[in-house]
């Protein structure tokens, strides 16, 4: 016995969803399977003792492209500042975009991250990924992100105190090796957006799109095992169907799939502490310093205190290889001037495969199109973020369109 759909996609991740949304939107029979239990992959979230509790730090930055996609006042954002502070031997510089705080110029001006010309430096690179034309940017030539910020003369205080920690946390690496052209469309989209988290936490990103969908085209606790032209196998039976997208990790799309490659991916790790109050006026990350073993820490309450039950403050604190809470406590409380007695942990997460590697030569739109009516989509396909992963779901979505509905093309925008 066999069931039919005219689309199957595997993974209801942030690519899977947005090729179904397209798809469903088109007039398209499309069913989404999904081993884990809930829409949104990698944008998972939990209630701890009523904290909302993502797994992982991550933030949905509104610069990205396909963040458009996205109705985000149904997701009651709260916001970060766009800026960070900088910790030197014990003192904290908040180093600020002057575009949203211009009373923090004179604070970023002498802020210990180097010269003026060092500031005047950061100020031309944000100038440049900002606002020049992406063609322009990805034309330039490639590098490793450490060679591109130093070639746009970014002195060494300012590449070790701000940029490798601010970038860490974002590539989750810290040898800055990631490709220059990756580097420049992010920083386009920090300079271009405001970075914020859901009142419901990051899942709620993909419950948005599933909920667009309807339930009954999403099926959870359904794991694929083998894909073949025109047929899907999973753990309840055997579908038939005219396309099948593959949206899953790139490991797993990898074992599915034997043209794809599977990918290095990067790990990072998530401490979760509570403090009774937050030591900050505004919600801004804390930097990792030199030499610690903390990349970022940050007070998430403070962005949106939805993610508090009671007020009290929710800090989120990362590292780039794994370390025990009782390793990083000291550290997290020097972060936030508190006294490591002051921190009431609440869970520690690691994710192992938390994103591709996207080191030179950087293949920016790999093909997603494997003919037969398989396709495969996802973070690995385009850049490994939420913006990449949802792009190369738009653009499954128009490939699957121009096969099976050719004179509906242009309805998968
Ligand atoms: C801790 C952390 C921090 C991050 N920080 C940021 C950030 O700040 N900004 C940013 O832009 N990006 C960030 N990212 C990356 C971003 O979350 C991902 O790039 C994006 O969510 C990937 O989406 P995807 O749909 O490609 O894959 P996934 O989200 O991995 O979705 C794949 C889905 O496929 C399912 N699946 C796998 N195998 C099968 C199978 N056999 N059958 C059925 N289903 C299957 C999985 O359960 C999963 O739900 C971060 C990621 C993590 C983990």
């Known amino acids: 016995m066999s069931s039919r759909a005219e ?160 970038l860490a946390g974002v590539l989750l690496e810290d040898e ?81 799939l034997p043209d794809v490659e599977a990918s290095a991916p990067r790990r990072v790790t998530t401490h979760f502490h509570v403090l009774p109050t937050s030591p900050w006026d505004a919600p801004l990350i804390v930097l990792g310093q030199p030499g610690g073993r903390l990349v970022n820490s940050v007070v998430l309450s403070d962005a949106q205190p939805r993610y508090s039950p009671d007020g009290r403050a929710l800090v989120a604190s990362s590292t780039l290889s794994p370390a025990r809470e009782d390793e990083v406590r000291a550290e997290v409380a020097a972060a936030h001037g508190v006294a490591p007695s002051d921190l009431d942990h609440l869970t520690t997460v690691t994710v192992i495969g938390a994103q591709p590697t996207a080191v030179p030569p950087l293949q920016l739109r790999r093909p997603v199109d494997l003919g037969d009516g398989v396709y495969v989509c996802g973070d690995h396909r385009d850049t490994p973020s939420i913006q990449g992963a949802m792009a190369s779901g738009a653009r499954t979505a128009r490939a699957v369109l121009r096969a099976l509905r050719p004179s509906d093309d242009r309805r998968a925008s």
């Open 176 to 256: 800055l090796a990631t490709s220059s052209r990756y580097l420049d469309l992010l920083w386009r989209s920090f300079v271009r957006g405001g970075i914020g988290l859901p009142a419901a936490g990051m899942q709620a990103v993909g419950e948005q799109l599933a909920g667009r969908l309807g339930a009954d085209r999403v099926l959870l606790h359904t794991c694929v095992r083998a894909i073949a032209p025109g047929t899907v196998v999973t753990d309840s039976g055997r579908w038939d169907t005219d396309a099948v997208v593959v949206a899953t990790d790139p490991d797993t799309a990898a074992r599915l």
């Open 7 to 166: 689309v199957v996609v595997v993974g209801a991740g942030l690519a899977g969803l947005s090729a179904a949304t397209r798809l469903s939107e088109a007039g398209i029979d499309v069913r989404v399977f999904e081993a884990g239990g809930h829409a949104g992959g990698r944008l998972a979230t939990e209630r701890i003792d009523g904290f909302v509790v993502d797994r992982g730090f991550q933030v949905l930055n509104t610069g990205y492209p396909r963040a458009a996609d996205l109705d985000l006042d149904a997701l009651e954002m709260g916001w970060f500042e766009r800026g960070a502070v900088v910790r030197v031997d014990g003192t904290a510089h908040r180093v600020v975009d002057p575009r949203q705080r211009p009373t923090g110029v004179v604070g970023t001006a002498t802020a210990p991250i180097g010269s003026l010309r060092d500031k005047a430096a950061l100020a031309g690179f944000s100038l440049r990924a900002g606002y020049s034309p992406v063609g322009r940017l990805l034309a330039a030539q490639e590098r490793t992100a450490e060679q591109a910020l130093r070639r746009a003369g970014i002195g060494e205080t300012a590449l070790e105190r701000f940029f490798r920690p601010f």
